[in-house]
């Protein structure tokens, strides 16, 4: 099945206690995109400015990504992101953050896009993904990102969109601050009960936890000697889980524990280089060929 | 098989953001030892003062654990440590600490007890640790835990004693100081080049990693939703692993990984309540119930 992600598309500079790069492809949608892609047909839904190298948009074309979404405005700038990371590479410090055109990213869906029935809603402010939700009445599973800035500033915009969601992403810090409990276990049961049917709390190195009302339980990340650069390891891994679901056509628990399994895979390759890097050098066999040492590490 | 372990035995006081005890039964060999009563006969080896109430070593001694090698010395008072955990349950501060007689602890084990063929060497320094391994000449499998302070201040010791035993016990910020190495990956695969045949990196509510010339994995922690104390959870979870190991009197790779998931599963127990007081309620029943649940949980 066709996998709609609306999201960021930016140009991200990143420096790591080791190496640095500059404005280098990324953004939310595009990690997703091209996460998911190595399962499912995927249309990304992004804007961008003048500055875009169309060579990018080539890339993800080579991936299969639909990308007629993809608005370029002239006169604009894309969305530009700089980053530090801590030694631990866990942490990072934002040192620049311009929005640019994405600041007015007001999605209009190609009309073939509003009939996807596995959607996507990546980093936005909920008040951008509940327009996107509303142009797709018949998806079957929606599922959101959400970030500390929205829980901050947007948070009646975000509970009135988590009533409506399948599913919520986000990560770790992010649920301690939008339920106040420090205890993540109890925070992801909490966030269900905001809404979504099922929660999925992302930990970087230390995986991913799952809530739903029958299931918790947490997947390792898959142990990593280098990494690199964790920008987009979160929406890669969200890529990768909700590819496997489209794929799969169905998000019954037992698909659900699979795609949460290959969103850490494909996670796992992501943080290996900067940028897309790493992911443009794998294919599906290489996810598949993880898998099996993934399932042998967590039999006993 | 019986199981040696030699370490701490105190009181503890302990302040959460919640709750407080004071002067409750701890120490490192302590929570061991409870630990590994649920599957093999243990021997603990440690030193007290008059103070030490002689109801706690009843206790010890309903479990099985043979208490022949507890010292009581007189005119001297029981280790004591203070501590406070911060809101996130897993980073605490040390308030106080009072070595008293288990500053001068130098273990002479009974003559029966040398002949253990599973040995732990709990908290303590690597001279005490390498004097105790002397008198075990014929233990089949050595495994010891370590602390920052003898990371920092013992460091030759520490290495010496690497080189003897078979597999190291520490937790994640030991691992980094020990290595100067920021991924836990990495570390862990250093320290197994210092001489141990195995390594085990404990990382709190993230589980645990294991690491030997072949195998790297990860095991997620069990999903707790009340944490109330989480001290000693580090020495039950090697008691949960030595004990079964001694039990299954070998320690195979199979058996190893076994072992590493029921102290994961006898730490889940240990965090729920202070001091023993969980553990004091549950049976091998209870850890089988919850093997069984942490099974499915990993299986998919």
Known sequence: MPLLVVGSVALDSVETPTDRRDDVLGGSAVYFAYAASYFTS???????????????????QQRGIDTAGLQVVAGKKTFRWRGKYLPNMNDRETLEVHLNVFGEFDPVLPEEFTRCQFLFLANGSPVVQMKVLDQCPGARLTVADTMDLWIRE??????????????????????????GDENLVRAGHRIREMGPRFVVIKKG?????????????????????????????????????MGFLAEQGNFEPKTLKEAMAYGTLVASFNVEDFSLDRMKKIERADLTRRMEEYRRMLSF
């Open 42 to 60: 995927v249309r990304l839904v992004g804007v961008v400015g003048e500055d875009w190298p169309p060579e990018h948009t080539e890339l993800l």
């Open 154 to 179: 947007q948070h009646d915009g975000l509970m009135a969109l988590l009533k409506r969601v399948d599913g919520l992403v986000l990560n770790d810090a992010e649920a301690k601050l939008l339920t």
């Open 205 to 241: 190195e230390h995986g991913a936890m799952f809530f739903s009302e029958h299931e918790t339980y947490v997947m390792p990340a898959y142990p990593t000697e280098d990494v690199i650069d964790p920008t987009g390891a979160g929406d890669s891994f969200a890529g990768g889980m």
